[in-house]
């Protein structure tokens, strides 16, 4: 059974930093995508990166101060969000999917639940 778990939300200021981790189960050889959604908006790319860590995608708006990296003994791959600003406050959510990774949620087969990060100014 597949299982996508998120973890390392939090609250932050304007500045800080905060990693998030995504754990999968069950399944291996899986790209691995961020992905974001804050209240009243549509849910947007965030990074991915590929089971390797040779590949990485960014959005636009993350690029230089978000890197995803992994850890493929623990099957976890890891978000690290630096430089934090307000209009980084949503939940957000890891999925998975075989392949490359990937900008389009809808090429991501698993899901986790979510986890919130709130960055005050």
């Known amino acids: 059974q597949v299982r996508v778990v998120e973890s390392g939300g939090g609250l932050a200021q304007a500045g800080d930093s905060l990693r998030l981790s995504c754990a999968a189960t069950?399944?291996?050889?899986?790209?691995m995508g961020w992905f974001r959604q804050a209240p009243g908006k549509e849910r947007e790319f965030v990074a991915a990166?590929?089971?390797?860590?040779?590949?990485?995608l960014y959005a636009d708006s993350v690029k230089g101060r978000f890197t995803m990296s992994r850890d493929n003994a623990e099957n976890t791959k890891y978000l690290q969000m630096n430089n934090l600003k307000p209009e980084d406050t949503a939940t957000y959510y890891c999925?998975?999917?075989?392949?490359?990774?990937?900008?389009?949620?809808?090429?991501?087969?698993?899901w986790g639940q979510g986890t919130q990060v709130s960055v005050s100014s």
């Open positions: 999925a998975t999917r075989y392949g490359n990774p990937s900008m389009n949620e809808h090429h991501y087969t698993f």
């Open positions: 069950g399944l291996f050889w899986h790209a």
């Open positions: 990166i590929s089971w390797d860590g040779g590949d990485t």
